[in-house]
């Protein structure tokens, strides 16, 4: 079976957000199911402002997994799906987003030296779906 990296980086306003992160490394190898056949890497980049008040921040993250191999055929679609579901939200602008596929062992990220926080790899997978 198929071997990615489950992990995933979020940066707010350039700084990472460890509470959210999940180091790739050893502890984020994952072997893929029949269904998540292809690895992939799924980028985004937003700003956010507050309606009310002078709040702002850019966010960005890369989040890694195991997909199915079909999802290569819908990755502009998805991009498409999420920036919609994002910009409908109040304050979200600037969405861009782009999903990368690749099918050898671990393509889909380098391991990243710092590995503290790999407690939050199972949440990958759901921020893959959404």
Same mark, same amino acid.
């Given at each position: 079976?198929?071997?990615?990296?489950?992990?995933? &980086?979020?940066?707010?306003? /350039? !700084? #990472?957000?460890?509470? $959210?992160?999940?180091?790739? /490394?050893?502890?984020?190898? @994952?072997?893929?199911?029949?269904?998540?056949?292809?690895?992939?890497?799924?980028? %985004? #980049?937003?700003?956010?402002?507050?309606? @009310?008040?002078? =709040?702002?921040?850019?966010? !960005?993250?890369?989040?890694?997994?195991? $997909?199915?191999? &079909?999802? &290569?055929? =819908?990755? *502009?679609?998805?991009?498409?799906? =999420?920036?919609?579901?994002? &910009?409908?939200? +109040?304050?979200?602008? *600037? %969405?861009?987003?782009?999903?990368?596929?690749?099918?050898?062992? $671990?393509?889909?990220? @380098? +391991?990243? @030296? *710092? !590995?503290t926080n790999t407690g939050n790899a199972a949440? =990958?997978?759901?921020?893959?779906?959404?």
């Amino acid at each position: 079976a198929l071997q990615c990296y489950q992990c995933m &980086e979020y940066k707010i306003n /350039g !700084e #990472k957000d460890k509470s $959210l992160s999940v180091a790739c /490394g050893d502890a984020s190898k @994952r072997q893929c199911t029949e269904d998540g056949n292809t690895c992939a890497t799924f980028n %985004f #980049k937003s700003s956010y402002k507050m309606t @009310r008040g002078t =709040v702002s921040a850019k966010m !960005e993250g890369n989040v890694h997994g195991c $997909l199915a191999k &079909e999802a &290569e055929k =819908v990755g *502009d679609t998805a991009c498409k799906f =999420v920036k919609e579901a994002i &910009e409908n939200k +109040p304050g979200f602008k *600037d %969405f861009k987003c782009s999903i990368k596929f690749c099918d050898t062992d $671990l393509c889909n990220a @380098r +391991p990243t @030296r *710092d !590995e503290t926080n790999t407690g939050n790899a199972a949440q =990958v997978s759901c921020a893959m779906l959404a």
